[in-house]
């Protein structure tokens, strides 16, 4: 994965950890408790969903949990619509993610913020019901922007206790988005010219690091807008070449682009 250093770093802290645990409880020594549940804050498009996946691939082969299965859900999967229901909703969902990693995204949504009485609250409380009584049968990851996360986890005193530890996504630098960029525009079959690569990078970094900047999204988002003009400039052409067909020039760049970048 491009970037993202720091939650390289915890993640392996982590799994030494586990390792480390392990050799520990094989030569009779204590073994302390560490919990594997985690919180992951940051801004959309940085990799959250992937890396919990990798997590789970790691406690799996770590011994640690039976599967390396993900099951990913969102508020909608866990909050009913009626009284009781929202118990049954997060059990069965809880239920499928046994042995594995339950994935929570956007998992602020449980507890809008001014909201009142509200079933997200519901969900949260049976969760950690669960998770006590599963404690190690189970790893839930909970995800999202970092203000609401940590609004989030100040909302019940339990969730504070067994989400002891965090990992920080950041915003992707300009070079890293270039370079998922062209990752993408490889694995579709096409070729970015120097120039072309050179613009691009003028143009994200021009692009304000708000909430509503997607990351990898975006970068997804503008080669699907570099292929779509490409395809209209190609469409002049009467019997174009491969290498037509596979070029991003500069001028397929979005207009706010090419003007930044003149």
């Known amino acids: 994965m491009i970037g993202l250093h720091a ?37 959309p498009g940085t990799g959250k969903t992937t890396v919990a996946r ?12 039976p599967t390396g299965r993900l099951v990913e859900v969102s508020r909608a999967d866990l909050v009913g619509r009626y009284v009781g229901h929202t118990a049954q909703l997060t059990k069965e969902v809880f239920d499928r993610a046994l042995g594995g990693v339950l994935f929570i995204d ?22 950690l019901k669960l998770m006590e009584d599963h404690r190690d049968e189970i790893v839930v990851i909970v995800a999202g922007h970092t203000d609401e996360m940590d609004r989030l986890l100040a909302s019940n005193p339990g969730l504070a206790s067994r989400f002891a530890r965090s990992v920080a996504f950041e915003n992707y630098s300009t070079d890293e988005l270039v370079e998922i960029t062209g990752r993408y525009a490889a694995s579709s079959g096409y070729d970015c010219a120097p120039g072309t690569l050179l613009a691009l990078g003028a143009y994200l970094e021009q692009l ?27 469409g002049a052409i009467s019997a174009p070449s491969l290498d037509d067909l596979r070029l991003l020039l500069p001028d397929d760049l979005p207009q706010q682009a090419r003007l930044t970048t003149r």
């Open 7 to 43: 939650v390289k770093q915890e993640v392996t802290d982590l799994v030494n950890l586990l390792s480390a645990t392990r050799q520990r409880q094989a030569a009779g020594l204590p073994v302390p408790k560490v919990s594997n549940h985690l919180v992951f804050s940051g801004p």
């Open 54 to 65: 990798l997590y789970a691939d790691l406690l799996h082969s770590l011994g640690v949990l």
């Open 208 to 234: 304000p690091r708000d909430r509503s900047f997607g990351n990898a999204r975006t970068a997804r988002q503008t080669l699907e807008a570099m292929m779509t003009r490409q395809a209209r400039r190609i």
């Open 106 to 127: 956007e998992a602020y949504t449980l507890t809008p913020e001014g909201a009142g009485s509200d079933f997200g609250q519901e969900a949260v409380e049976t969760l």
